[in-house]
């Protein structure tokens, strides 16, 4: 794409570059200088296109400041570009897209109107976590899966017959599609929280189905590994085999990585849209795809 800039947040540099690179598009990079007191000055090399930039930023943590520099950086490219698309490849707060208990805000669709606000002519996000968020927005938008970028790296795996399985019924969809595109059985755990401990626990039918078989626990995100681990004790005492988890976003919080492989996780296999040790999978040509 001749004519586009695209401008790399200092929390997607590797996306960005590799995005730059598939569509041809001319790569500035910015600088964060941060201050004792937290605020971050930012400097971009380069000249931004007249016509075209897509500003790629992921939010998570540090989520408040990657969010104002991603909001920064649209800012900027607006000022010379007449279009601005916003990658945003793990939008932070977007499991804050209704409102679950009566006072709660709605942050979504704060960022809704800051992005647009700040020039923003479209918001590209991968794996959101719910769809909903996005209709808060009213830029265009778009959510694209990563669903067959974790496949294609799995089936590299060789695993022999595995079960696909979503650790939730929220997340059943995610994985059945997941499974569809692997050609694999899927199930679907069923979480029952305790109202007055809050402790979760997992009660499944077909457990039986596991048993002796390799595993490949899909979810949108990992943060602090809760779900995963609990998943994986259950299904450890239904005898299975290894246990493989696949997501898009891993964010790893509080040590996760650690406590997931302690609970008997033989591998976590996530995309770069945050980068880090398990991030392996690169979703850069999913992006190319959504901004043609
Ligand atoms: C839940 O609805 C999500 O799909 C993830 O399962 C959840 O957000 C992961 O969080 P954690 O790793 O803290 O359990």
Redesign the pocket.
């Known amino acids: 794409m001749s004519n586009v800039s695209v401008i790399s947040g200092k929390s997607s540099e590797e996306l960005a570059k590799k995005l730059s690179k598939r569509i041809k598009a001319n790569l500035i990079k910015s600088t964060i200088r941060v201050f004792p007191d937290g605020e971050s000055k930012i400097t971009l090399s380069g000249k931004i296109s007249k016509k075209k930039s897509i500003v790629v930023q992921s939010i998570y943590p540090p989520v408040d400041s990657n969010l104002i520099q991603a909001l920064s950086l649209i800012s900027k490219a607006k000022e010379i570009s007449s279009e601005v698309i916003a990658v945003i490849p793990y939008l932070g707060y977007a ?1 804050q897209d209704r409102e679950f208990l009566s006072g709660e805000i709605v942050t979504m669709k704060v960022l809704a109107k800051l992005f647009k606000g700040v020039g923003a002519s479209k918001i590209i996000a991968v794996d959101i ?1 719910s769809v909903i968020g996005l209709k808060h927005f009213t830029i265009k938008s778009k959510n694209v899966t990563a669903i067959p970028d974790l496949v294609k790296y799995f089936k590299k795996l060789n695993l022999k017959d595995p079960v696909v399985v979503s ?2 019924q ?2 059943k969809d995610r994985a059945q599609e997941f499974a569809k595109e692997f050609g694999s059985e899927f199930i679907a755990l069923e979480k029952k929280r305790d109202r007055k401990t809050g402790k979760v626990q997992i009660k499944t039918k077909n457990a039986d189905e596991v048993m002796g078989r390799d595993l490949i626990l899909v ?10 681990i609990n998943a994986t004790q259950f299904l450890k005492k239904q005898k299975c085999k290894q246990v493989y988890v696949a997501c898009t976003h891993a964010l790893l919080m509080n040590n ?1 990585e650690k406590k997931i492989k302690n609970a008997g996780v033989t591998k976590i296999v996530s995309t770069n849209t945050i980068p880090g040790k398990t991030s392996m999978v690169d979703v850069s040509n999913t992006i190319s795809k959504a901004i043609m």
Request: proline letters at 6%; a negative charge.
């Open positions: 499991r976590h650790p939730d929220g997340g979810d949108d995100m990992i943060s602090t590994g809760g779900s995963i996760a």
